[in-house]
C-alpha cells in the first residue's frame, strides 16, 4: 500500500473532498444563474405582461346590469332566465327601507308589511338564486318616501338629524353583513341624497368607515345626475355612481341623432370629471319611460304618465343614442338599466309606459349591445 505524503492526504479527507464538490456544484450554479438570468427575467416580464392584460381586460369590461324589483311574493319559477337571454350579467337588488314624510325614522324588513323581496328571507333568497345563474350581485338598499325626495331630505333639528341617521347606520350595515355573509360584489351605500351627503358630511364618511371594516366588496354610492360633481366623498369610494336622468331634449319624438348631439356636453363633462378623480363612472341607474318625450324631464313625464300614450319608438331610440355614445368610453363602466320586473311582480300597474324595457323594442336593444364583448 502505497501512503500519499499528509500534506497531500489532507486533501482527500472525505469532508474535504465534500467541500470540493459543493464548491463545484455553487459555481456552476452560479454560472448557470448568470446565463439563464436574462432569459428568466424575459419569462417574468412575459407572466406580468399577461397579468397585466388581464387587469387591464377586467378594467374595460362593461358592467352589463338591471335593477331587479323586489318582488312582493316569492318566485314561482326562476326569474333569471329571462334575465340571461337578455345577456345581463349584473343585477341590483333592492331592499326599500321607508321615511314617513317629516319623521325622523326608517323603517325596513317589516314583515307584516313589506314585500317578501324587500325582506331579509327575500333578499337572501334573491341573491342566492342570482349567484346560481351565474350573475353578480350589486345591493342597492334605498330609502322611499312617500310624497317626497331624498335628495331634498331634511330635519330641523339636530337631534331628530341624530335619530335618522341612527336609523339608517343600522339598515345599511345590516345590509352590508348580508352582503359580505353572500359575497355580494358591489354595495351601494345609499341613493340621492343630495341634501345630507354635504350637509351631513361626518356621518357619510363615519358610516363608509364603518362599512368598509364589514364588507370588502366594492363600494359605490348613487348621486343624482346634477348632484354627482358635488359628492364629497368619492375618493373613499371605487366608483363614482350616477343615476343618469340627464335630460336631453324637449322634443317629444327627436331623431336619433338630436339625442346623440345632445350627449356630448354631459358626457365630456363626466369624463372630465372621471379623469380629475381618477375613477370610472356607472350608471347606477339609468332608462326611460315607454312614452313621448322620453328622453326629456322623465321626473315630470312620470306625474302624469296616466295622460300619454305609449311609445315604444321613444325609448328605444333613447337607449340606442346612450349606447351609442358610451359604450366605447374608457371612462365609462357600464350600468344598470332602472328597471326590470321578475315575473311581471312590483309595478306599479302601467309596465307598458313604464321603465323596463321587458317585451319591448329596447328590449332588443339592450340585448344587442349586452351581448357584445
Not at 328597471?339 to 306599479?348: I, M
Request: proline share 6%; with cysteine; glycine share 6%.
Amino acid at each position: 500500500m502505497i501512503f500519499a505524503p499528509m500534506h497531500i492526504a489532507k486533501d482527500f479527507h472525505p469532508s474535504n473532498l465534500k467541500k470540493s464538490k459543493l464548491k463545484w456544484f455553487l459555481g456552476i450554479g452560479v454560472l448557470g444563474i448568470l446565463l439563464l438570468f436574462p432569459y428568466a427575467l424575459t419569462f417574468l416580464g412575459l407572466m406580468q405582461t399577461k397579468q397585466s392584460d388581464k387587469i387591464s381586460k377586467l378594467a374595460s369590461e362593461k358592467i352589463k346590469g338591471i335593477n331587479f324589483v323586489a318582488p312582493p311574493s316569492p318566485f314561482k319559477e326562476n326569474p333569471f332566465r329571462e334575465v340571461l337571454e337578455h345577456h345581463i350579467e349584473w343585477v341590483s337588488v333592492i331592499p326599500y327601507a321607508f321615511t314617513p314624510k317629516n319623521k325622523a325614522l326608517v323603517k325596513y324588513n317589516q314583515t307584516d308589511w313589506q314585500w317578501w323581496g324587500e325582506t331579509r328571507e327575500g333578499v337572501r333568497h334573491t341573491i342566492q338564486l342570482a349567484h346560481q345563474n351565474g350573475l353578480k350581485v350589486m345591493l342597492k338598499p334605498q330609502v322611499y318616501i312617500p310624497g317626497a325626495w331624498t335628495g331634498t331630505l331634511r330635519f330641523q333639528s339636530e337631534a331628530e338629524w341624530k335619530s335618522w341617521e341612527a336609523d339608517y347606520k343600522k339598515y345599511i350595515l345590516d345590509m352590508a353583513i348580508l352582503s359580505s355573509e353572500y359575497k355580494v360584489e358591489m354595495f351601494c351605500l345609499g341613493t340621492e341624497f343630495s341634501a345630507s351627503v354635504k350637509e351631513r358630511l361626518p356621518f357619510w364618511l363615519g358610516l363608509i368607515q364603518d362599512i368598509r371594516s364589514i364588507y370588502s366588496g366594492k363600494l359605490i354610492y348613487s348621486a343624482n345626475w346634477d348632484h354627482y360633481q358635488e359628492t364629497p366623498f368619492w375618493d373613499r369610494l371605487d366608483y363614482i355612481g350616477i343615476s343618469a336622468y340627464f335630460p336631453l331634449t324637449e322634443e317629444v319624438h327627436p331623431e336619433k341623432e338630436v339625442l346623440m348631439k345632445a350627449w356630448k356636453p354631459w358626457l365630456e363633462s363626466m369624463k372630465s370629471f372621471s379623469k380629475k378623480l381618477g375613477k370610472k363612472i356607472i350608471f347606477t341607474e339609468f332608462g326611460y319611460l315607454s312614452v313621448p318625450g322620453a328622453a326629456g324631464k322623465t321626473w315630470e313625464l312620470e306625474q302624469k304618465i296616466d295622460q300619454l300614450p305609449m311609445d315604444q319608438t321613444a325609448q328605444e331610440l333613447a337607449y340606442e343614442a346612450l349606447f351609442l355614445q358610451f359604450w366605447e368610453q374608457e371612462f365609462w363602466g357600464g350600468g344598470f338599466v332602472w328597471k326590470w320586473f321578475p315575473e311581471g311582480q312590483g309595478h306599479e300597474g302601467y309596465p307598458d309606459k313604464d321603465y323596463t324595457p321587458q317585451g319591448k323594442k329596447a328590449g332588443l336593444v339592450l340585448k344587442n349591445w349586452y351581448q357584445k364583448q
